[in-house]
């Protein structure tokens, strides 16, 4: 076995699972209001990210916010929750 092929088997990485926030479409809070809460709550995204992502949830009932690793999914969850949205999280198939 040469060094070199040590060399890429030890540099071989895993990536951590991957999980999807899912935001749900309700009846109760505004389109604007649920703009501000994704660009609050998810600062990678533009305003016209978010914009799309509220359209698709209120057109399909659901949509993709981000996919991102775990604890960031629980994170953008429980924030996207405390301001009175609904959203889940399951893993990135």
């Not at 649920?34 to 990678?44: E, G, I, R, W």
């Not at 993709?64 to 690793?69: E, F, K, N, P, T």
Request: glycine letters at 2%; a negative charge.
């Amino acid at each position: 076995m040469s060094v070199e092929t040590i060399k890429k088997r030890s540099t071989v990485r895993k990536l951590a699972p991957r999980y999807r926030v899912l935001l749900h479409n309700d009846e109760f809070n505004s389109m604007e209001y649920v703009v501000q809460v994704l660009l609050k709550t998810v600062p990678s995204l533009t305003q016209p990210q978010a914009v799309n992502i509220m359209m698709e949830a209120h057109t399909n009932g659901i949509a993709l916010v981000i996919v991102c690793a775990l604890e960031h999914a629980e994170f953008y969850c429980e924030n996207l929750k405390n301001h009175g949205l609904t959203s889940t999280i399951e893993p990135d198939e």
